[in-house]
C-alpha cells in the first residue's frame, strides 16, 4: 500500500501557476510534509515542508489540508527551470518517495 | 559548505564483481540515507543509519547488498557479487535527526553492470 500518492505527470504552460497534489494517506499528527524536486541527471534537492499551516518560501508554497491527509506544492508562475520530477513525502513513511510526479513545462 | 560527497559518480563493472559505493555526509549531521533509483520503480529508500546505527533496512534488496556506518563522516554501500539488475543510479542524503529533517542528497552514483 503506498504511502503517498501522486499523479505520474502533469503539464504546465510558461509563467501559469501549478498546482502539484499529493495524498498522504498513513500520515500521523507530529509528522511533517516534505517536498522535493530533481533535476534532470541530478540528486532530489529540498523544496519546502510544513507541518499544518501553510507555508512559502522562495522557491514554491505549500498548502496542507486541514484532515492533514493531502497537501498541494504551487509554484505561482512556472518557468522552464521548473521541468522536474516532484516528490511528496513524509517523516512518518521514513522519506518513501516513489516515482513522483514529472512536471512538463510548455513555452 | 560542502554538500554530500559521494564517489565513484560513475561506475562499469562485470556481473559478479564486487562494487563498493562511498558517501560523506554533510558534517553535523548524524542521520544518513541510501536510495537507489531506477525508472521502473523510482526513488527506493534501501537503508538509513541515525548516528551510525542502522535503524531500517528492509529496503535492502538482498543478501548481496550490505551497508556500513564506520563513523559519522562515511558510509559505504557493497554489492556482492553484482548482478545486470543492479544497474540504477544509488544516492546519498543525509539530515539533522530533527522533527523537520530536510535531506540533503548527494549527485549519485550510476551504477551499470554488464
Known amino acids: 500500500d503506498a504511502k503517498t500518492t501522486q499523479p505520474n505527470s502533469m503539464e504546465s504552460n510558461e509563467e501559469e501557476p501549478v498546482h502539484l497534489p499529493c495524498n498522504h494517506s498513513t500520515i500521523s499528527g507530529t509528522d511533517y510534509i516534505h517536498w522535493y524536486r530533481q533535476l534532470p541527471s541530478q540528486g532530489p534537492e529540498y523544496v519546502i515542508h510544513?507541518?499544518?499551516s501553510n507555508v512559502n518560501n522562495r522557491m514554491a508554497s505549500l498548502a496542507i489540508a486541514e484532515d492533514r491527509k493531502s497537501s498541494t506544492l504551487i509554484l505561482h508562475r512556472a518557468t522552464l527551470r521548473d521541468a522536474a520530477v516532484y516528490y511528496c513525502t513524509d517523516t512518518g513513511n521514513q522519506f518513501y518517495f516513489g516515482t513522483g510526479t514529472s512536471l512538463t513545462v510548455i513555452p | 559548505d560542502a554538500g554530500v560527497i559521494q564517489s565513484p559518480r560513475h561506475e562499469v563493472t562485470e556481473m559478479g564483481q564486487e562494487v563498493t559505493l562511498r558517501c560523506k555526509p554533510i558534517s553535523g549531521h548524524n542521520s544518513l540515507f541510501w536510495y537507489r533509483q531506477t525508472m521502473m520503480r523510482g526513488l527506493e529508500l534501501l537503508i538509513y543509519?541515525?548516528?551510525?546505527?542502522?535503524?531500517?533496512d528492509s529496503g535492502m534488496p538482498e543478501d548481496r547488498f550490505s551497508a556500513k556506518m564506520p563513523n559519522a563522516s562515511f558510509s559505504t554501500l557493497k554489492i556482492q557479487p553484482s548482478e545486470p539488475r543492479d544497474s540504477a543510479v544509488y544516492f546519498c542524503a543525509s539530515s539533522l535527526a530533527t522533527r523537520t529533517g530536510e535531506l540533503f542528497f548527494g549527485e549519485g552514483s550510476r551504477l551499470t553492470v554488464l
Open positions: 510544513g507541518l499544518t
Open positions: 543509519f541515525n548516528n551510525n546505527v542502522p535503524i531500517d
